[in-house]
């Protein structure tokens, strides 16, 4: 068994619902797959002493999942008193909707689309709600909407599919850019730095111990992914199927319509850059 401290992130282990720092809850939805993992980890979020509660990612439109967010809240004796988006992906924001009835609250996100209220996300602002703090901190990439939320108080942040608690995210073109997403992986890499951020709460997966490494596992693997597409083409494989078989031959071929948008927004990065 490979000891979790030796991989990329140090992961805690298994993918549980249930505390994950002191003012981070998970609620793990029941949609596993090869893309979602273990499934969708939806987080409430609140003051160890306040009533109040913040709920990031509901999930997919699984009333059973939706309920049980609602329900562990209580048991905590919190409140939901506001909903927050990390992208509009189907299997974190599908249920947001039915979740804003079932708890009456606003839903928040940068796509004006996703939106529940007259409030939406702004990169930089500070989120307050019973105490608690979170910080909006810009991500595209994965998405041309995604964000990342940035809980000082427990030096974490919630990366929603930026970066997975295990494996490696892909960048969904044409709406995600890899040249976006190398930005993100740096910005994170700064909070990490200059914030003392150290543990990450990813979207899917288990949490990582290890934000710092994390970031760094990611842009290496970037770089090293892009190194092997830009060689491909020089050896002649022209169209992104052809690369993906060929670069990504190690990789589950149930993956591979994922790695082609990624090679896609990889085609488009060295095409723009001049490197093909």
């Not at 710092?212 to 083409?233: F, W």
Request: glycine content about 10%; charged content about 20%.
């Amino acid at each position: 068994m490979t000891d979790a401290a030796a991989l990329p992130g140090q992961p805690r282990g298994a993918v549980i619902s249930g505390p994950a720092t002191r003012r981070a809850v998970n609620v793990l939805a029941p949609n596993p797959s090869a893309m979602t993992l273990d499934g969708t980890n939806t987080w409430i979020l609140s003051e160890p002493d306040s009533a109040l509660a913040v709920v990031v990612d509901p999930g997919p439109l699984h009333d059973g999942h939706l309920s049980r967010v609602v329900e562990t809240a209580e048991r905590l004796g919190k409140r939901v008193a506001l909903t927050l988006l990390t992208h509009g992906h189907a299997d974190h924001a599908e249920g947001a909707a039915r979740f804003a009835e079932l708890t009456g609250t606003p839903v928040r996100a940068l796509d004006p689309a996703l939106r529940l209220g007259d409030e939406g996300l702004r990169a930089g602002q500070l989120i307050e709600v019973g105490g608690l703090e979170l910080s909006v901190v810009p991500t595209p990439g994965h998405t041309a909407d995604s964000l990342s939320f940035h809980l000082p108080a427990d030096r974490a942040v919630l990366t929603g599919d930026t970066i997975l608690g295990r494996g490696t995210t892909m960048v969904a073109h044409p709406d995600g850019r890899l040249g976006d997403y190398l930005d993100s992986l740096r910005r994170l890499r700064s909070l990490t730095v200059d914030d003392g951020v150290h543990t990450v709460l990813p979207g899917h997966g288990p949490v990582l111990e290890d934000a710092q490494g994390a970031v760094e596992y990611y842009l290496a693997h970037r770089a090293s992914r892009l190194a092997q597409v830009e060689t491909a083409v020089e050896n002649g494989y022209r169209t992104a199927p052809e690369v993906v078989a060929h670069v990504y031959a190690d990789v589950d071929r149930s993956l591979w319509p994922a790695a082609e948008l990624s090679v896609r927004a990889q085609l488009e990065y060295l095409s723009e850059h001049g490197l093909i």
